[in-house]
């Protein structure tokens, strides 16, 4: 099966005003792996990937952050590898208490 990270050519352009958005959202000088450890917790459904941008380095970025959304347990690998334990337990606790109120 063919995600829209696969096929750069297919993706329709961006519009502008979403990738201004894009631009205020993701920090780009950290890597995607980083971000998906500190903060992938929880993006589910990711829209960003159906398009590409005009800005050839947030267009990588968002596809390698989307793939690793894509990939089960991935987040997790990068969560282990950036966060501090207590980080690490904080965040069981957070998801603790979701599960509670579901």
């Known amino acids: 099966m063919m995600t829209p990270a696969d096929n750069t050519q297919q993706r329709p352009l961006a519009p502008e005003e979403m990738e201004a958005r894009a631009k205020e959202i993701f920090p780009i ?3 995607a792996e980083e971000f998906a450890g500190r903060d992938g917790e929880g993006w589910g459904p990711f829209p960003f990937a159906a398009y ?5 380095a ?4 968002i596809q390698q952050f989307a793939k690793i959304l894509a990939t089960p347990g991935m987040v997790e690998v990068y969560q282990m590898k950036y966060l501090t334990p207590q980080e690490r337990a904080r965040l069981e606790a957070l998801r603790g208490l979701i599960e509670d109120d579901l």
């Open 29 to 31: 000088e950290m890597s």
């Open 58 to 61: 947030l267009n990588a970025w």
């Open 52 to 56: 590409q941008y005009r800005d050839a």
